[in-house]
Structures are given as C-alpha cells and as structure tokens.
C-alpha cells in the first residue's frame, strides 16, 4: 500500500459524457501528478500539481482538467469522453516539487471504460 | 531532455539474473538515473536511483558506467514474482518543469 487513494476504482460511462476522478496523495506530499496508461500509448504524464498550483504539463487533451485542492487532494474531470478515453489512470505523489529527490509513490488506479 | 531507449520485452527463467538495458545518450550531467517496475493491474513503484557507477538495494542493482550515456538495471535470480514492466527515467535533481516520461517500459516475463 502507497498510502495513496484514488477513486472511483472503476468507472463505466458513455461517450460525452463527464467524470471526475479524486486522489488523495500520501500524508506530508505536497505533489500530485496524473498518468493515463492505455495498451497503445503506455504510460504518459498529464499533468502535475503541486501545492495547489500547476507545475507541469504533458499531453493533455483540453477536454481534461484537474485541480489541487487546500487539502492537497486532486480530481482530474474528463469530459466529452470519447472510446479512446478509456484508459487505466493513475495518481502518484511526491513530498516535494519533483525530480530525483523526490520518487513518486502511485496510487492503485482508476479504470476508466467508455462505451 | 533526455530520452531512453530500453528493450520493449524478455524472457527469463526463474533462478537466472536479469540485466536490462537502458541507453540515455543525451543525458544531462546533473540527472540521475531512476528505475520503477510495474506490476500488472498497479501502480509502478520506485525501485533503484543512481547517479554514478554502481548501487544495491535489496531489490536490484544499477550499474551506471563512466560516460552515463547507459545503465543495467540488475534482478539477481529472478522469481515469477518479478514478472512486471520496468521503466527507465532520466531524472533531473530537482523538479522545475520536468516531465516525467515512463513510455511503454520494458516488459519481463519469468517464466518456470
């Protein structure tokens, strides 16, 4: 066990429609960071949060966002979901802002399937 | 940044060592190496760090010759347990607006 939460465990909904997916990081980390895993593209960075402000960006798509809250848990919200949304997607988080000090500790994932 | 190159899958045996290769040509002279394995249907997890030469834990080693443009990720006598996927990083020391870059890893199988 990481330490680190994420919810829903599994996810079923219908292209174009909404969903929000929540982490909560490890006690003490300030960092959260989100992953998209498919069988296509591995396992690709979306974005990183820390302390409440955006502190890196990958590839993510417009129709994703996410937010750091006060209580340093973070949702990521995808919306107009398409088929190639379905994807395995996962939290991690870090005590620090990032880079090799700092390993990142996953989360279990949330399964995401879009029909 | 620094881009890896790292075979997409092997075989082993149970019983055998395991040495997988990550080549980093354009490595940067503050970055470390990192490694996190992945098992199926979980998250990936931290494993070893390096910055130079060599480095044991109770996982596996990292072997990281002179030049750094490599490194060996090590698994002494691997076991059907260690089937999962293993990712190499290039790491900078500290986050500024790193991406952390995973790609498809390398996948072993261990088989009986």
């Known amino acids: 066990d990481s330490g680190v939460t994420q919810t829903p465990k599994h996810l079923i909904t219908a292209t174009g429609q909404r969903v929000t997916l929540r982490c909560s990081p490890r006690s003490g980390d300030l960092s959260v960071y989100w992953y998209q895993q498919s069988l296509d593209q591995g396992l690709q960075f979306l974005i990183q949060y820390y302390n409440g402000e955006e502190r890196a960006k990958g590839n993510i798509l417009e129709r994703f966002s996410a937010q750091q809250f006060p209580d340093l848990h973070s949702e990521l919200n995808l919306s107009s979901l398409e088929l190639g949304d379905s994807a395995l997607y996962f939290c991690?988080?870090?005590?620090?802002?990032?880079?090799?000090?700092?390993?990142?500790?996953f989360g279990p994932g949330t399964r995401l399937t879009v029909l | 940044l620094a881009k890896t190159t790292q075979p997409i899958s092997m075989d082993s045996y149970e019983g055998q060592e395991v040495n997988i290769t990550c080549s980093h040509n354009?490595?940067?002279?503050?970055?470390?190496i990192t490694w996190y394995q992945q098992f199926p249907s979980q998250g990936p997890r931290f494993i070893i760090q390096?910055?130079?030469t060599k480095v044991t834990n109770e996982v596996a080693s990292l072997f990281i010759p002179a030049d750094r443009k490599s490194s060996t990720l090590s698994l002494p006598r691997v076991s059907l347990s260690d089937t999962a996927v293993y990712y190499c990083l290039v790491v900078p020391p500290t986050g500024g607006s790193y991406i952390p870059t995973f790609g498809r890893g390398t996948s072993l199988i261990v088989h009986p």
């Open positions: 390096g910055y130079k």
């Open positions: 354009n490595i940067a002279t503050n970055d470390y």
């Open positions: 991690a988080s870090s005590v620090g802002a990032g880079g090799s000090y700092n390993e990142q500790f």
